[in-house]
């Protein structure tokens, strides 16, 4: 059975760091792409980051390029996503998700619970 479960969310300033966790079971991780999206108060779930099987190519949505950086420990089962000079409308709900394939184009099949990020200003 299939796991993801998300942690190192947080309160925190506007301007402070954040690294979140999400730890995979039940899987062979190295064999999938992987993804955080997020959703805050009141809006639907979008797209922050993906990265490929093997880490060697990663995306990011407009609103986090060059502030969040995405990454993974295929030994550890662990996808990360690390966050600075984060922004009071960085809260969400964080998600880690697992693709259906090593192609993150054939949709996502499995999600955590997510993790909630508040950044007070």
């Known amino acids: 059975q299939v796991q993801l479960v998300e942690s190192g969310g947080g309160l925190v300033q506007a301007g402070d760091s954040l690294r979140l966790s999400c730890a995979a079971s039940g899987l062979t991780f190295s064999r999938y792409a992987m993804g955080w999206f997020r959703q805050a108060p009141g809006k639907e779930r979008d797209f922050v980051a993906r990265?490929?099987?093997?880490?060697?190519?990663?995306y990011y949505a407009d609103s986090v390029k060059g502030r969040f950086t995405i990454s993974r420990d295929n030994a550890k089962n662990t996808v990360y996503l690390l966050m600075n000079s984060l922004k009071p409308e960085d809260t969400a709900v964080y998600y880690c998700?697992?693709?259906?394939?090593?192609?993150?184009?054939?949709?996502?099949?499995?999600w955590g619970k997510g993790t909630l990020v508040t950044v007070s200003s």
């Open positions: 998700a697992k693709s259906r394939s090593i192609h993150f184009a054939d949709g996502m099949d499995y």
């Open positions: 990265i490929t099987w093997a880490g060697g190519a990663t």
